[in-house]
C-alpha cells in the first residue's frame, strides 16, 4: 500500500484538549465541546463530540438462510428504513453478543441459535466516542417479539440474493447498515471459501 | 421477500411533532429537540435531531485501478482513520460531483478524471437528517493537495485487492465508509458483467 508522507506513530495528528464541557445531556445523547489545538498549533473550538451508549446490530438469519431485518419510522430522515435489529448496549452489558441477542428478540421476536460477534466499527470517527459491533447469528427461530412502547417494527425476511438487491438498489438507506450487511456477507464467503 | 405485518403506506408510522426547538447551533452542527407522539400514542419528549450539513465522500481510482483514501486523526474516537475523501457540501453547492471533486482535490491533490453520483443514503437515519452522497471517480491524476488549516491527512492508496483486505480486517474503522467502498465495488462488479 502507498503512503506518500509516512503515517509515523499510531496517534500521530492527536489534537490537545485544553477545556471540555457538556453542552447537552440527556438519556440517549450527549454532546461535548472540546476545545483543541491540532499539533500544527490550530485552534479548533469548540469541537462537539457526540457520546451515545456503544450501538450493538446482528446479521441474523435462519436455518433457511432467510435474514431477518427490521423496518421501522426514523425520526432522523423522517421515513421509513429498512435495517438490521439492534440498539444501545445496555449500561452493564459487556458482551455484545447478549446485547444482539436481547434487542433481536426484543424487535422481531427471533431468538435461539449461535451469536457471535464478527467486528467492531465507528458509527462516525469524526463526530461519535462510541463503538458499533456487529454480532452475526445463525440458525435463529421465531418467537414473540417485545418491542418498546414507543417502536412499530414490522420484520421483513430477505433470502442473500434479496438481500444484496436490496442494498444496491438504495433499499437500505442506512450507510452504516450497508456496511455490516455487505462485511457480514463478505466474511461468510471468507469462512466458507476458506 | 416476506414481510410478517404488512407495510402499509410509505409514512406509515410517522411521528407527530408537537413543538420543536433548537438546542445547539454553530458552525456545522444543529441540535434539535422534537416534542413528538407516535401513532401508537407515545410521547418520545425530546427527541434529539442532529443537523449537519450534507455529506459527500469520493471512491476514486487512478488509471492503474489503486484507490485513493485519507488518513487523518478524528477527534470522536480519537485516533486515526482510513477513509474515502469526501467532506460537507458546501451551501450553494447542488451537485455531490462537483462537491467530491472538491473535496478530493483539497485533501489529496487528486484531479481530473471522471466523477459520478451513483447512491445517496443518511449517515444514521434515527439521528441525523442529512445526506450521505457516494461519488464514484475513475482516472484521477495527482496533484497538490490543499487542506484546510486543521487538516492533516496522509494520501494512503490502495489497489482493490489491497482495499478490500483493509476493509475486512478492521483497516477501516467507519462503518459507513465500510458501507461506501463494498457497495462501490459491488456496482463497479455488477456494472462490468452487465
Redesign the interface.
Known amino acids: 500500500?502507498?503512503?506518500?508522507?509516512?503515517?509515523g506513530g499510531?496517534?500521530?495528528?492527536?489534537?490537545t484538549v485544553r477545556g471540555s464541557r457538556h453542552?447537552?445531556r440527556?438519556r440517549w445523547?450527549g454532546?461535548r465541546a472540546?476545545d483543541?489545538t491540532?499539533?500544527?498549533g490550530?485552534d479548533?473550538s469548540?469541537?462537539?463530540?457526540?457520546e451515545f451508549p456503544d450501538f450493538v446490530h446482528v446479521l441474523a438469519s435462519d436455518a433457511a438462510g432467510?435474514f431477518v431485518l427490521a423496518?421501522?419510522?426514523?425520526?432522523?430522515?423522517?421515513?421509513?428504513?429498512i435495517?438490521l435489529p439492534g440498539g444501545n448496549v445496555d449500561a452493564g452489558e459487556t458482551d455484545p453478543g447478549a446485547a444482539a441477542m436481547r434487542e433481536l428478540r426484543e424487535e422481531t421476536g427471533y431468538g435461539g441459535g449461535h451469536f457471535e460477534a464478527v467486528?467492531?466499527?465507528?458509527?462516525?470517527?469524526?463526530?461519535?466516542?462510541n463503538r458499533?459491533h456487529l454480532v452475526r447469528a445463525r440458525d435463529v427461530v421465531p418467537g414473540a417479539a417485545r418491542p418498546d412502547?414507543?417502536e412499530?417494527i414490522?420484520?421483513?425476511?430477505?433470502d442473500r440474493a434479496?438481500l444484496?438487491r436490496?442494498?444496491?438498489t438504495?433499499g437500505i438507506?442506512?450507510?452504516?447498515?450497508?456496511?455490516?450487511i455487505?462485511?457480514g456477507l463478505?466474511?461468510d464467503d471468507?469462512a466458507s471459501a476458506g
Request: some cysteine; glycine content about 10%; charged content about 20%.
Open positions: 500500500m502507498g503512503d506518500r508522507n509516512g503515517s499510531r496517534n500521530r495528528g492527536a489534537w453542552v447537552l440527556d445523547i454532546v472540546d483543541c491540532t499539533p500544527g490550530v479548533v469548540p469541537y462537539y463530540v457526540l432467510r423496518r421501522q419510522y426514523r425520526h432522523g430522515v423522517g421515513g421509513a428504513s435495517e467486528a467492531s466499527f465507528s458509527p462516525d470517527p469524526a463526530r461519535y466516542a458499533l412502547a414507543a412499530d414490522d420484520v421483513v425476511l430477505a434479496e444484496v436490496l442494498v444496491r438504495g438507506v442506512s450507510a452504516p447498515h450497508v456496511g455490516l455487505l462485511l463478505s466474511l471468507e
